[in-house]
């Protein structure tokens, strides 16, 4: 983590600006996300990290998430995670089930069970008509359509010509941290370019984040 921390400080300073109350750590290469919070937590702030307000960040949250099939990019149509810091610009799916699917952000009053070709992949406890079963995770063609389910955290880049502006614009490549019918396939790269988690992982992520809280991904 400290890697992380010295990122993070260097790039805000670069900018100008301070680290947020809570910020999100993706690192690619462990196929991890965690949610730091000056509020309280379960560990230390891994050498180095404090938000603007009031002093040091402690680790509150730690998940299992997917990243971009491709090598990570923050090009344009290239399908790759963007690198480089971040924010959460928008939240989406307040109050929605455990994995209703959404299209262009608007719930379809779903859930992925229901959906033909994708019952069933990845059973969510809570979903209703999901298998739960470790046989069905396994059956589970690796082509299936991978769904945009339950919560929507749409990411903003913070780094002009890096991950803002141009080509290289992280938001108007609608690059997400959102929830998945595809839960068996989850630590391991199979997105399209937005970092996956797991149904019941996003509504807790959802539920502590606010806009305009920091997203680093390394």
């Known amino acids: 983590m400290e890697k992380f921390w010295k990122t993070l400080n260097k790039t805000c300073a670069r900018l100008g600006i ?11 290469a462990e196929q991890s996300l965690r949610l730091f919070d000056c509020g309280g937590g379960e ?7 404090a938000c603007g307000a009031c002093g040091k960040l402690v680790l509150a949250r730690d998940y299992a998430i997917s990243t971009s099939r491709r090598p990570p ?3 344009k149509d290239s399908l790759g995670t963007p690198r480089g810091l971040h924010e959460v610009a928008e939240r989406f799916g ?5 994995g209703m699917v959404f299209k262009s952000r608007q719930a379809t009053g779903e859930l992925f069970s229901e959906v033909a070709g994708v019952a069933g992949v990845g059973g969510v406890a809570g979903v209703a008509g999901a298998s ?13 359509a ?6 929507i955290l749409w990411l903003r880049g913070l780094e002009p010509g890096v991950n803002l ?12 941290i959102h929830g998945t019918n595809r839960e068996d396939l989850i630590g391991t790269p ?8 797991r149904n019941l992982d996003i509504i807790d992520l959802h539920d502590r984040v606010r806009e305009g809280d920091m997203v680093l991904i390394a």
């Open 18 to 28: 301070k680290p947020t109350q809570r910020v999100i750590f993706v690192s690619i």
């Open 190 to 197: 199979q997105s399209a370019g937005c970092v996956v988690m």
């Open 132 to 144: 739960s079963s470790r046989q069905g995770e396994q059956d589970a063609p690796p082509t299936m």
């Open 165 to 176: 502006g141009g080509e290289v614009d992280s938001h108007g490549r609608y690059i997400y």
């Open 146 to 151: 991978s769904l945009i389910t339950t919560r």
């Open 43 to 49: 560990g230390g702030g891994g050498g180095g990290g």
């Open 94 to 98: 307040e109050g929605q089930p455990a």
């Open 73 to 75: 990019s923050n090009t």
